[in-house]
């Protein structure tokens, strides 16, 4: 079993940075690769951005690109996801999850496990 707990959104200008961090229980942290996903108002939940095991290999979303850093620390048991060039489309509520699998990351319904969410919010 694990436990994520998502930290570190809030309101932002346009153009502005936020640092999400994603801490998880358990033992068998970096056995897991690790996906952010977001959703906003009215819309389905989508991917951002995921990470393997070790951290070597990140893949992310076209729409943040150049602007989003995935990153994790398995000695802390935490994921983080670096947000820079923020723009109001990027407001939702975001999430982590973590996957037995490793692969299909951008596939929500690959995910053992899920977050709460914390909220984005960037103003124009």
């Known amino acids: 079993q694990v436990q994520l707990v998502e930290s570190g959104g809030g309101l932002v200008q346009a153009g502005g940075s936020l640092r999400l961090s994603c801490a998880a229980s358990?033992?068998?942290?970096?056995?897991?690769?690790m996906g952010w996903f977001r959703q906003a108002p009215g819309k389905e939940r989508e991917f951002v951005a995921g990470?393997?095991?070790?951290?070597?290999?990140?893949y992310y979303a076209d729409s943040v690109k150049g602007r989003f850093t995935i990153s994790r620390d398995n000695a802390k048991n935490t994921v983080y996801l670096q947000m820079n060039s923020l723009t109001p489309d990027d407001t939702a509520d975001y999430y982590c999850?973590?996957?037995?699998?490793?692969?299909?990351?951008?596939?929500?319904?690959?995910?053992?496990?899920w977050g709460q969410g914390t909220q984005v919010t960037v103003s124009s």
């Open positions: 358990g033992r068998t942290f970096s056995s897991y690769a």
């Open positions: 990470i393997s095991w070790s951290g070597a290999n990140t």
């Open positions: 999850a973590a996957t037995f699998l490793g692969l299909e990351l951008g596939n929500p319904d690959k995910y053992n496990y």
